[in-house]
T-cell receptor, first 111, second 114 residues
Framework: EDQVTQSPEALRLQEGESSSLNCSYT??????LFWYRQDPGKGPEFLFT???AGEEKEKERLKATLTKKESFLHITAPKPEDSATYLC????????????FGTGTRLTVIP | ETGVTQTPRHLVMGMTNKKSLKCEQH?????MYWYKQSAKKPLELMFV???????ENNSVPSRFSPECPNSSHLFLHLHTLQPEDSALYLC?????????????FGPGTRLLVL
């Protein structure tokens, strides 16, 4: 069964304290892995897509990496405005454009 | 308006009411989606439309009825809902419904069923 697991469930960081969020997956044929950011009361905002193991993408303080079993979202020197829930989703080979989402990591960055 | 918009943003309804959620995308995409987001659960895909045709229905109860009159608009008609249907309902769109297309989400409609 296709499964996406994100950890930790919640993370509190001091401003400037770098860390990583994890997304592990067991799917039958990965076509793409997506990272989204979701602020309270809003819809998910697209951040990155990764397609193959070894791929990396960066945007400001965020860097996403992908292996055959998991993806990491590295946050370097975070700021309070980075506080949000970060969602990971995988797209598999079968079916339409189906995304299987994890439950997210709720990040709080304290000034 | 840009991106994906949804109305209303908040909705409270009784179990015997009938209401509709509206989604509009201004991105020129051909595929649209309805998702349900409940607390501490992953987003659940409900329906997928491609060029106004429904291509996926993930075993959603018949009290939820989607409608896609054109590739820019998507509706979710609600009737005789249950309290457990209270959730954030998200609309998304992508260029196509094929794989490897990025989905862009609207702000959602927060639904409370009393």
């Amino acid at each position: 069964e296709d499964q996406v697991t994100q950890s930790p469930e919640a993370l509190r960081l001091q401003e400037g304290e770098s860390s990583s969020l994890n997304c592990s997956y067991t799917v039958s044929g990965l076509r793409g892995l997506f990272w989204y950011r979701q602020d309270p009361g809003k819809g998910p905002e697209f951040l990155f897509t990764l397609y193959s193991a070894g791929e990396e993408k960066e945007k400001e303080r965020l860097k996403a990496t992908l292996t055959k079993k998991e993806s990491f979202l590295h946050i370097t020197a975070p700021k309070p405005e980075d506080s949000a829930t970060y969602l990971c989703a995988v797209q598999v080979q079968t079916g339409a454009n189906n995304l299987f989402f994890g439950t997210g990591t709720r990040l709080t960055v304290i000034p | 308006e840009t991106g994906v918009t949804q109305t209303p943003r908040h909705l409270v309804m009784g179990m015997t009411n009938k209401k509709s959620l509206k989604c509009e995308q201004h991105l020129g995409h051909n595929a649209m989606y309805w998702y349900k987001q409940s607390a501490k659960k992953p987003l659940e895909l409900m329906f997928v439309y491609s060029l106004e045709e429904r291509v996926e229905n993930n075993s959603v109860p018949s009290r939820f009825s989607p409608e896609c009159p054109n590739s820019s608009h998507l509706f979710l008609h609600l009737h005789t809902l249950q309290p457990e249907d209270s959730a954030l309902y998200l609309c998304a769109s992508s260029q196509e419904s094929s794989i490897q297309e990025t989905q862009y989400f609207g702000p959602g409609t927060r639904l409370l069923v009393l």
